[in-house]
């Protein structure tokens, strides 16, 4: 069992790990130092704001591309440690401040910013009235089906028999929760179907959420599939040469052989209860000599 944080200290040694992953994860991080680095003429002189700012890496970035200030919000015990690490690498108060608490509540010292910089991707906040240019701006949502049996019986049928015993209650649990990880470019066996496109420029609270979109898609012969999986690619438009940060697996545009066509919707709101959970549903149907089958699954991703 983990043992609960009992300090500052501690609770941000046990976010560490996340913050780790991110940084290492070099295609977001590269992709974000290009959008900004490659384009200091954009960066010159102005105020950035840096939404979720973490360990202070896009604060440090802007700053280098010539940022005249930097303010960067979080509300995680993080925040603690980033105040270490700009000030070890030679940034004061005046280049950088970050402030702790929540974008919604902080008061910040501008009236207005000139660009704003942040991961907003996965938890859909969306910033009015706040600024200018946004880093990134525009996104596209795709969706499509893998074929990964050896992954669903770690995930799904596991719970079936475990170290002798039925837990098969929670796996009626788990079949309605959608997983975070990555996938295999190999276990794709569908056309990609990009299904929304996103512009933070005009996008509203209201309108964020995805009602009924429709979906199509041109299985591999076999039509057999496992589960549906959903990505996103973000891009910043506002470059000189716009930067592409791509989530999905790779090389998933392929020409295979046409097989049944598989239909459907996709849905995704914030949870009436609490806005920064998700509500997603997913029907589909396919009907041909190989496959007949129709069906609706609810997920809530928390």
């Given at each position: 069992m983990a043992a609960k944080p009992t300090s500052t200290a501690d609770a941000a040694m046990t976010s560490k790990g996340i913050h780790e992953e991110m940084l290492k994860d070099e295609v977001r991080t590269i992709s974000y130092r290009n959008s900004i680095w490659h384009n200091q003429h954009l960066f010159k002189d102005k105020v950035v704001l840096d939404v979720g700012c973490g360990t202070g890496i896009l604060c440090m970035f802007a700053a280098k591309a010539g940022a005249k200030r930097v303010i960067g919000v979080d509300m995680s015990n993080i925040i603690d440690q980033a105040k270490v690490i700009v000030k070890a690498n030679g940034f004061n108060e005046d280049k950088i401040l970050l402030v702790k608490g929540k974008m919604e509540e902080v008061v910040l010292p501008v009236d207005k910013v000139d660009i704003i910089i942040s991961e907003w991707m996965g938890y859909a906040l969306l910033y009015e009235s706040m600024g200018g240019l946004i880093f990134p701006d525009k996104a596209t949502m795709y969706l499509a089906t893998i074929e990964d049996g050896e992954y669903k019986d770690s995930k799904i049928n596991f719970w079936d028999n475990v170290y002798g015993f039925d837990m098969s209650h929670i796996k009626s649990l788990?079949?309605?929760?959608?997983?975070?990880?990555?996938?295999?470019?190999?276990?794709?066996?569908?056309?990609?179907?990009?299904f929304r496109d996103i512009d933070l420029y005009t996008v509203t609270v209201e309108g964020i959420g995805i009602s009924k979109?429709?979906?199509?898609?041109?299985?591999?012969?076999t039509t057999m599939f496992t589960a549906f999986i959903c990505y996103f690619d973000c891009y910043f438009?506002?470059?000189?040469?716009?930067?592409?940060?791509?989530?999905?697996?790779?090389?998933?545009?392929?020409?295979?052989?046409?097989?049944?066509?598989?239909?459907?919707?996709f849905s995704l709101s914030p949870n009436k209860s609490n806005n920064r959970d998700l509500d997603i549903s997913i029907s589909y149907k396919c009907?041909?000599?190989?496959?007949?089958?129709?069906?609706?699954?609810?997920?809530?991703?928390?």
């Open positions: 788990a079949l309605r929760e959608p997983l975070v990880d990555t996938v295999n470019a190999n276990a794709v066996n569908s056309t990609v179907c990009g979109s429709p979906l199509n898609y041109l299985p591999q012969e438009t506002a470059c000189h040469k716009v930067v592409k940060l791509p989530t999905g697996p790779q090389d998933t545009y392929t020409h295979w052989k046409q097989g049944e066509e598989i239909t459907g919707t009907h041909g000599q190989l496959t007949n089958i129709e069906a609706t699954h609810d997920y809530k991703m928390c």
